[in-house]
């Protein structure tokens, strides 16, 4: 008896021993992925393109079918094969027909008073000139009738010039009244920039990612004026706040588009005075950071906690319009409000706060995943699982290349409705039913399993794009919207203030809608905040970039062809 006591108890242990190295097994998977992806993180491609790697060997378990058949396509008879041709020389680069030419002609050092020009030889190189600080003087002259002479004049000029100076004094009284030029609307009241200044330090810091500091190093080195940060990052806000009405019309615009993309972007925020003390006393006494809160350094290695806002951006990819708001938090204040009262499709990542959004403003909004991110998760499971990993990336490949034909070809969008469902449609029915069978034989925790897991809980939605030839695979066009943002802050950091971050955002939106519709943002900037201080209210809309182009592109050719 106590014998089988004994091997009863030495199987509860080997039973124990065996769990626990499962379990071990386990988190080494997980461990070594996390190792991986920080070394794809760190020395990695960061394309998104995928040529499979795997032996063709390998490729039997799961590719016989689809190999066979491309064999069969790649068969091309010996007569109709192309020649190896000899790689040419890179073409020299075209210099552009629009820049203006500036001529230097080079005489010979000799006597040519006598000789015949029989011809020339021209070298064109493309010229910089570097930018330029200069001082515009704005003069009006004042202006007196002469004594005794009529009062016609004055009457008619009275009446044209409603807003004229009149200074009357007792040395002028036999002069009558004095006439100026009205002063022209400023953008900004009082202020010594001028419009072309304004542009090129907004242009520099949002479009070009230059730092205030060396905007400022830049005009001192090329022009001798040393202009604050200070001061420039105050013009930056009477600038935004003088675009807020034309930023609060892109926003109405935007939401009435049937079809959005949604997504958001960190920014790091200098908190300002008595911010983040109650969480420094909560957390006073752990190792534990305030939330939203990470550290740089400052001077003295000593460190200063800065708050990690959020730029939503909600971009309209048919319409090819977008806009950023920044928000103190990642949580669904934001798209709440934003979406309240609207009504249409969105497209997201997998983000649990746009569950909570679906969920609330269900049915009137539509809501989709982004079929992008289902594949990247393949993508990082190459190294625990490549067949099945590079299985599943060919079939988004023909997926992909369905896509590519229709951008390209410029399908309308009912022939991109029926060309999916009637190939598209298979290929996900059956990538999902493949991963139904394969799941159950792979370690859920792995990130072969992670990935398939992520897919097949999200299977309706990711499908979703296949009901409509209007909508998109992905939502990589708001992430590349957001990338300017990503730029930007890794070259000045962190943002002053809330109210900075938010002056950022409405620059951001701006260009990059100038971007998506291929307008240049000085251009545009320029004319804007030349025309704003006096544009009807009621024709706001008409400033914004997509509209301003076809006005532009409309003058130009009334300018070209008059009648």
């Known amino acids: 008896m106590k014998g089988y006591v004994k091997i009863e108890k030495h199987k509860e242990v080997v039973n124990a021993f065996a769990t626990y190295k499962q379990e071990a097994d386990q988190k080494m998977t997980a461990l070594q992925f996390q190792l991986s992806e920080l070394k794809r ?43 190896t041709v000899e790689k040419k020389k890179p073409a ?53 009738q002469r004594p005794n002479s009529s009062n016609k004049t004055t009457d008619q000029a009275a009446d044209i010039n409603a807003n004229q100076k009149k200074e009357e004094s007792d ?31 907004i242009v520099d810091k949002y479009v ?5 500091f060396r905007t400022r190093s830049r005009l001192k080195r090329l022009a001798g004026m040393d202009i604050p940060g200070s001061t420039m990052s105050g013009w930056i806000g009477q600038s935004a706040t003088k675009l807020q009405v034309l930023y609060n019309k892109l926003i109405q615009v935007v939401l009435e588009c049937p079809y959005l993309q949604v997504d958001e972007t960190r920014m790091e925020v200098l908190p300002q005075k008595g911010e983040g003390r109650k969480e420094d006393q909560k957390s006073k006494g752990t190792n534990k950071a305030p939330p939203n809160c990470s550290k740089r350094k400052t001077r003295g290695n000593k460190k200063q906690k800065t708050h990690r806002g959020y730029q939503w951006g909600y ?8 806009f950023f708001e920044y928000d103190k938090t990642r949580t669904a204040a934001n798209p709440l409000l934003r979406l309240k009262n609207y009504v249409g499709t969105i497209q997201t990542d997998c983000y649990e706060v746009y569950d909570q959004i679906r969920k609330v403003y269900s049915p009137l909004l539509v809501h989709f995943h982004c079929l992008n991110h289902g594949r990247r998760n393949f993508e990082k499971a190459l190294t625990n699982d490549a067949q099945r990993a590079d299985h599943v990336l060919q079939e988004f490949q023909r997926l992909y290349a369905i896509e590519d034909v229709a951008k390209k070809e410029e399908w309308s969008v009912d022939k991109i409705y029926e060309v999916r469902q009637q190939q598209a449609k298979p290929i996900l029915e059956a990538l999902f039913n493949w991963m139904d069978q394969e799941y159950e034989k792979v370690l859920p925790a792995s990130s072969i399993g992670l990935a398939m897991s992520y897919m097949l809980k999200r299977k309706e939605r990711m499908m979703h794009y296949l009901s409509d030839g209007s909508l998109q695979i992905d939502n990589n066009l708001v992430e590349n ?3 300017p943002i990503a730029v930007g802050r890794r070259n000045y950091l962190f943002a002053g203030s809330h109210q900075a971050a938010q002056w950022a955002a409405i620059f951001y939106s701006f260009f990059a809608c100038c971007r998506m519709h291929e307008v240049d943002p000085t251009e545009w900037l320029s004319d804007v905040m030349r025309r704003l201080p006096e544009h009807p209210v009621n024709q706001i809309e008409q400033l914004l970039p997509h509209l301003w182009k076809i006005e532009q592109v409309a003058k130009n050719n009334s300018i070209s062809s008059p009648c």
């Open 41 to 83: 993180l760190v020395f990695g491609a960061k394309s998104e393109r995928y040529i499979s790697d795997l032996p063709a060997e390998q490729l039997s378990l799961f590719e016989q079918e689809r190999q066979v058949a491309i064999e069969q396509h790649s068969e091309v008879a010996a007569h109709e094969r192309k020649k």
């Open 92 to 144: 020299r680069l075209k210099l552009p027909t629009h820049l203006r030419v500036e001529q230097e002609v080079l005489e010979p050092d000799v006597d040519t008073s006598n000789m015949v020009r029989i011809g020339e030889k021209e070298t064109r190189t493309l010229a910089y000139t570097p930018a330029d600080l200069y001082v515009k003087l704005l003069i009006r002259p004042i202006y007196a």
């Open 481 to 483: 919207s957001i990338r």
């Open 315 to 322: 971009l309209a990819p048919n319409e090819k319009l977008v």
């Open 208 to 212: 070009d990612h230059l730092p205030l």
């Open 171 to 201: 040395t002028r009284a036999e002069q009558g009244p004095i006439y100026v030029a009205d002063m022209p609307s400023r953008f900004i009241d009082k202020c010594m920039a001028d419009v072309s200044l304004l542009v090129a330090i």
